[in-house]
C-alpha cells in the first residue's frame, strides 16, 4: 500500500508572537521537543514535557532584540502552530548578569541530575558557536500531527528571506539527525560534530550563506 505525503497546510499567517501568548508558544515547543534527544538527555523523565515547557518560557525571556524575536505560525483564530525562536547578529550570546539572573530558573528546570548535563551542553554549544555575524535559530517547532505539512518551513522562510536580502548569513545545531534533510533544504549545510561529553548526544552545527537566488 502506497502512502501519499501530507497536503500542505492552508489557513494560516506568520507573525511575532504576542507577549501573552508565551505560555503557548512554550507548550507548543514543549510537545515539538517531547522526544528530543538532548532534552531527553538533560530533563529527568518524570514531568519532561512540563519541565520542558519551562525551559522553554525562560528562553523566551532570553531572546534578543525581544521584538519579534518569538515568531509563529497562527491562524486568524489565534490557534497556533509552530514557534521558531530567533537571536539577531551579535545577540546570540546572553550576557554574565542574564546568565546569573536565569540560573535558578534553570536549576528548578533541570534538578541535581539534569544542571551539570545542561551546563555541558551549554559550554559544547558555545565552544563551537561562529563568531562572525549572523542570525541564530536556537528552537523551532511545529506542534504535534502537523509536521510535514510545510508550516515549519514557511515559518522559517520568512527570515531567511531577510537573510538574504541583507546578505546576512543564519546558523542552527540540530539535536536531532532526522531533521537535517529538513533544514538542508531550506539552504543549511552540517559543518560539524557537537558531541556531548559524558555519553551524551550529538548536535550538528549547520551553517546558511545568503543567497540572492533563494
Known amino acids: ?9 492552508a489557513g494560516y499567517g506568520i507573525r511575532p508572537a504576542r507577549p501573552a501568548e508565551s505560555g503557548a508558544v512554550a507548550a507548543l515547543l514543549a510537545r515539538a521537543f517531547a522526544d528530543d534527544p538532548v532534552m531527553a538527555w538533560m530533563i529527568p523523565a518524570a514531568g519532561r514535557e512540563r519541565g520542558i515547557a519551562r525551559y522553554f518560557r525562560l528562553a523566551q525571556r532570553q ?9 509563529v505560525a497562527a491562524t486568524a483564530e489565534g ?11 551579535g545577540r546570540w550570546k546572553p550576557s554574565a548578569v542574564q546568565e546569573l539572573a536565569a540560573l535558578p530558573g534553570y536549576a528548578g528546570i533541570f534538578g541535581l541530575r539534569g544542571m551539570p548535563r545542561a551546563g555541558e551542553v551549554q559550554e559544547a ?3 563551537a558557536h561562529p563568531r562572525m555575524p549572523h542570525w541564530y535559530l536556537p528552537s523551532v517547532g511545529t506542534d504535534r500531527g502537523l509536521q510535514g505539512r510545510g508550516v515549519g518551513s514557511a515559518l522559517l522562510v520568512q527570515q531567511l528571506a531577510d537573510c538574504d536580502r541583507l546578505g546576512q548569513p543564519a546558523y542552527l545545531e540540530s539535536s536531532n539527525v532526522t531533521n537535517i534533510p529538513f533544514y538542508e ?17 550529538a548536535l550538528w552545527p549547520m551553517w546558511r550563506d545568503p543567497s540572492p537566488e533563494r
Do not use: D, N, Y
Request: aromatic share 4%.
Open 1 to 9: 500500500m502506497s502512502t501519499r505525503p501530507a497536503a500542505p497546510l
Open 63 to 71: 531572546q534578543r532584540p525581544r521584538a519579534g524575536a518569538v515568531r
Open 79 to 89: 490557534r497556533l502552530l509552530a514557534a521558531a525562536l530567533w537571536s539577531g547578529p
Open 125 to 127: 554549544m558555545h565552544e
Open 185 to 201: 533544504k531550506l539552504g543549511f549545510r552540517v559543518t560539524g560534530e557537537i558531541r556531548l561529553p559524558g555519553g551524551g548526544p
